[in-house]
């Protein structure tokens, strides 16, 4: 080992020493309660080291001094999908969650990236995400892109497979990009239908309002259904969550302060994300920034106010909902289900659409594997579990698989691709269906 | 480590995959969920088949490497931590349901099969396997049959020792063995079947079980009772016994444990009431119908503040929810969790609760009590920190009360645990020194070498007994 290498875990050991929460890592008693609801412990056949009860044994091993973090280490944190289903599992509440942040973060503050990476991390994380207008102008550049006709040209020259087959299914999924000029005219304020049941804020989110702007026109459609009046703060940011879960804390938690800032002004009574991904972050801003007292209590009450849309639709009540005959299964974005809570509410909607016939997909509660920028990192991994949950998707004859996530979706398009099956089967967001079918509803009505 | 001349041999039976010693494979094979355990194996070992499994013994055997086999290492006795290095033995190769016997309702599977996975096959066929230590979703087959683990249904159905009829298991000189069979009638010989059972890895790997099934009970009912003290609850207990129902499920939670549950879960519990009993009836429906009426007359004549009947299984489920919270609620309190399972003759409940009390108070430590009423199982949970030494001491005292105690009352230091590490040093108080050398024979005629998962059952020093003046 280079001297350069050996100072570079010494410092790694003693961050783990300073910064990791040891009472959470004494909290896992090792029941091993965890262990079957852990994608990557079921797909390596049962190896205890790629399982929740391992990592914090792992993290705890680090800590105690009696492990080396070396290359499996990091490989190992690194192939946790943060998917969280170890907590709802854990007898002991173990924020399973919290410690993989934390020691994330301490691994790739450590880290030496060579160039391309670092540049592409740089860019992404400090200068596109963080900022709505470079979305808006990153997502012009792909409009074009699409529009152009490079986009034919690529994929007619194979381009994109360079960059690894997975990519170039994911590239084949992305959605059209909103043209440049309806970016920017985003709502500031939506009416409630009549009598308002609601006030709500609408957390647009960077991707969402861009890449998936549609997603967002038909989220504020809906809750104005529901009659709920919104409003959308126009100096909020993304959620931070990408930079949350690749150790870039720090940057997280200037875009969580903003938010903050921004949602503290208003008459509303929750706070509604459409993305589980973003969602569950912004519920624990909290915990984010527990470390800043004069944070604390601000980012309490901007947490306590967060809540997916499904739960408030549900809550507040759609007008009758009508689709063509099919076969709708649902698949839980990883973060809703485990850290938001929000289960029941996507289901029932759906459940209550005519003419839908809702089947449950076997272990529709484990991750896809998309979990962020997993499916780029860990591509392997990430396809192994695709593969598994598509053959649990076509068990159920579904025609539409629904998803709560921009990423989920993406991966369960990509799904679609790989198994060959686009002409058969879609897969959309939860609130585009509904859209759909309270559309279908109106219309049925009137013919009626 | 292991010596290179082994590790060569071992890597020839099984291929150098399925021979692990990385400083991650040690560290996460180096503990079970049992508190303050941990020591790092030499090496781990995923044997393909039983070939492999006997293969590994006799290298073992003849270099004295330990063995020992594990499961999913969710026992409460340090039954699977290498405490003397050596190969820990996966079974994640050997995890096949191999037979559903229709015709005799048997089961034959490979010891890696996790419980609920068996049950749930089995129950696609109609069948039940009974027992259902709370663990099932993860703990294996081979686990289950070397703690002889049990479940709620003890008292109607018995433990995982009444439905072993069969057992393939590879000596520790590498012979394979094969006892008793899909036969309910077989006395050939010593019972070697039921010796297995329980034997806590330390006499040979076990490489198939075929178990007795049942048909599925057709229908089940749960009811909840409250009472203002633990003692009215044991009075409803006995009353049950005595008029000759047998309930499927009678589990109790003291007044602690509703405390610390209600806290946890707010499912309205009143947390004044001294003692939950929560009471379950399985089989043909005319039966649970009587059975249940007539238990909620018991509950009623033995001064239950109230009674409550699940009207549908959801509603069945809701009520058993603050039994099945008790672990959860109790985990949360502190970093370390300590469960622990002496029993008593269930006509000792109350007065057996009321000890651990005292024994708590005694020594200052927090400890709450609940369990299955029915068979006199107790789990006396100890809320703690492993890194309070001082306190640790305490707890290791009272326990030791407890044990105690347990066996004064004609009990046991461990209803289903077992042994292991942490509890061998009062197995002589429980089956006395002419026991443990009976106990020891049969371990040194099985394994001479002493490599079958060493350091378990037989301690190092026993505990004096120390006589509590009362
Ligand atoms: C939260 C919690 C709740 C629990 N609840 C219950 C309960 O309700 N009832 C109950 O009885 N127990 C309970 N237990 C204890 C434990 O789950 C059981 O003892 C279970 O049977 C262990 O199964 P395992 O697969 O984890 O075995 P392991 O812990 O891996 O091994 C247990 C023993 O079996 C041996 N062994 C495993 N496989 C083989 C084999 N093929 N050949 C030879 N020896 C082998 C091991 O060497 C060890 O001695 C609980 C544990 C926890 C943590
Ligand atoms: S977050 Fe998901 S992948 Fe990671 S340990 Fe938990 S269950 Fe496993
Ligand atoms: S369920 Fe919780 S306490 Fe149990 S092993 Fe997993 S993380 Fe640890």
New interface residues.
């Given amino acids: 080992m280079s001297v350069e290498e050996s100072k570079r875990k010494t410092q790694i050991v003693q961050d783990f020493q300073s910064k990791m929460d040891y009472?959470e890592l004494?909290?896992c008693?090792?029941?091993?309660?965890c262990?079957?609801s852990c994608p990557t412990y079921i797909e390596t056949?049962?190896n205890?080291?790629a399982?929740p009860r391992?990592r914090i044994?792992?993290m705890k091993?680090v800590v105690d001094g009696?492990?080396?973090p070396?290359k499996?280490?990091e490989d190992?944190l690194s192939l946790c999908l943060g998917c969280r289903a170890c907590e709802p599992a854990c007898?002991?509440?173990v924020k399973y969650g919290h410690l993989l942040e934390e020691a994330r973060d301490i691994l790739q503050a450590k880290k030496k990236h060579s160039l391309p990476v670092k540049f592409v991390r740089r860019f992404f994380f400090d200068q596109v995400f963080p900022h709505q207008n470079r979305m808006r102008t990153l997502n012009s550049l792909m409009w074009f892109y699409q529009k152009s006709g490079v986009q034919k040209l690529a994929r007619a020259t194979n381009m994109t497979r360079i960059a690894g087959k997975n990519m170039s299914t994911m590239e084949k999924v992305l959605p059209a990009i909103p043209s440049p000029s309806k970016m920017k005219n985003r709502p500031e304020r939506i009416e409630a239908e009549s009598a308002v049941k609601k006030k709500v804020a609408f957390f647009s989110g960077c991707l969402m309002d861009t890449m998936f702007m549609e997603t967002n026109d038909a989220t504020l459609y809906l809750l104005k259904k529901a009659n709920c009046e919104v409003v959308i703060p126009q100096t909020q940011n993304c959620c931070g969550a990408l930079h949350a879960h690749s150790g870039e804390k720090d940057t997280a938690k200037e875009l969580a302060k903003k938010n903050i800032e921004a949602f503290e002004e208003g008459d509303f009574d929750y706070i509604i994300s459409n993305a589980g991904g973003c969602g569950a972050l912004l519920v624990e801003y909290d915990y984010l920034l527990k470390d800043e007292p004069e944070w604390k209590e601000r980012a309490k009450a901007f947490s306590d106010k967060v809540m997916d849309i499904t739960e408030i639709l549900y809550d507040a009540g759609l007008p009758d909902m009508e689709l063509d005959p099919q076969i709708v299964t649902y698949q839980d974005s990883c973060h809703l289900r485990n850290v938001m809570r929000t289960a029941a509410a996507p289901r029932k909607l759906l459940q209550s659409i005519k003419g839908v016939t809702y089947m449950e997909m076997k272990e529709a509660d484990q991750c896809c594997g998309s979990a962020g920028t997993y499916n780029i990192i860990e591509q392997e991994m990430s396809m192994q579990i695709l593969d598994h949950k598509m053959a649990n998707v076509e068990k159920t004859e579904a025609a539409t698989i629904v998803t709560a996530n921009p990423g989920c979706l993406l991966q369960m398009k990509a799904g679609v691709e790989r198994e060959g099956k686009r002409d058969s089967m879609r897969a959309v967001h939860i609130v585009d269906l509904l859209a759909e079918a309270v559309k279908y509803g109106e219309k049925s009505l009137q013919k009626a | 480590m292991l010596n290179k001349e082994v590790k060569g041999k071992l890597e020839k039976i099984v291929g150098q995959e399925n021979l692990l010693d990385?400083?991650?494979?040690l560290?996460?094979?180096?503990?079970?969920?049992?508190?303050d355990y941990q020591a790092l194996p030499d090496a781990v070992i995923k044997p393909r088949h039983k070939e492999d499994v006997a293969e590994i013994v006799k290298v073992c055997n003849e270099y004295k490497v330990p063995i020992v086999p594990r499961g999913?290492?969710?026992n409460l006795c340090a039954g699977t931590t290498p405490l003397e290095g050596g190969l820990v033995m996966?079974f994640?190769y050997m995890k096949d349901i191999i037979e559903i016997d229709e015709e005799n309702l048997t089961v034959t599977v490979q010891p890696g099969v996790?419980t609920l996975d068996m049950i749930k096959a089995v129950e696609e066929k109609g069948l039940f396997y009974p027992p259902d230590p709370s663990?099932m979703?993860?703990s294996t087959i081979g686990g289950n049959i070397n703690e002889c683990s049990g479940g709620l249904r003890g008292l109607k159905y018995g433990v995982t020792r009444d439905y072993v009829i069969g057992i393939e298991f590879v000596m520790p000189d590498g012979s394979i063995v094969k006892t008793g069979g899909k036969l309910a009638k077989d006395v050939a010989g010593y019972d070697l079947t039921r010796l297995m059972v329980g034997s806590e890895g330390t006499l040979g790997i076990i490489t198939e079980a075929t178990l007795k099934l049942i048909p599925v009970p057709e229908t089940k009912k749960t009811m909840l009772a409250l009472y203002d003290s633990l003692e009215a609850a044991g009075n409803t207990v006995s009353k049950i016994i005595s008029n000759r129902i047998i309930p499927a499920t009678l589990e109790f939670l003291d007044q602690p444990t509703i405390q610390v549950v209600e806290d946890f879960a707010n499912i309205g519990l009143p947390t004044e009431a001294g003692a939950i009993l929560l009471i379950e009836q399985d089989g043909p429906e005319e039966v649970v119908e009587r059975d249940i009426q007539r238990m909620a007359e018991i509950c009623e004549e033995t001064n239950a503040l109230s009674v409550q009947i699940a009207q549908s299984p959801e509603e069945g489920e809701a009520l058993t929810s603050a039994r099945r919270s008790a672990?959860?609620a109790l985990?949360?309190l502190k970093?370390?969790?300590i469960l622990e399972d002496a029993t008593v003759p269930r006509s000792k409940i109350s007065e057996m609760v009321k000890a651990i009390e005292e024994i708590a108070d005694k020594y200052n430590v927090k400890i709450c009590t609940f369990g299955h009423a029915g068979d006199g199982n107790l789990h006396p949970t100890c809320m703690t920190?492993?890194?309070n030494r001082d306190e640790m001491q305490r707890v290791e005292q009272a326990f030791e009360d407890i044990f105690a105690k347990a066996i004064d009352m004609g009990g046991t230091i461990t209803g289903e645990h077992g042994v292991g590490v942490m509890k061998s040093p009062y197995l002589s108080w429980k089956v006395g020194e002419a026991g443990v050398e009976a106990m020891r024979a049969i371990k040194e005629a099985f394994d001479p070498n002493n490599i079958m998962n060493p350091g378990k059952v037989f301690a190092k020093d026993a505990r004096k007994r120390v006589v509590v003046q009362r």
């Fill in positions: 009472d004494l909290n008693m090792r029941c091993g309660f262990l079957p056949g049962g205890e080291a399982s391992g044994a792992l091993a009696k492990m080396e070396d499996d280490f190992q007898p002991s509440g | 990385s400083q991650q494979d560290i996460v094979y180096s503990y079970d969920a049992t508190p999913s290492a969710t996966l994640n996790i663990s979703k993860i672990l959860s985990a949360r970093p370390t969790t920190d492993a890194r």
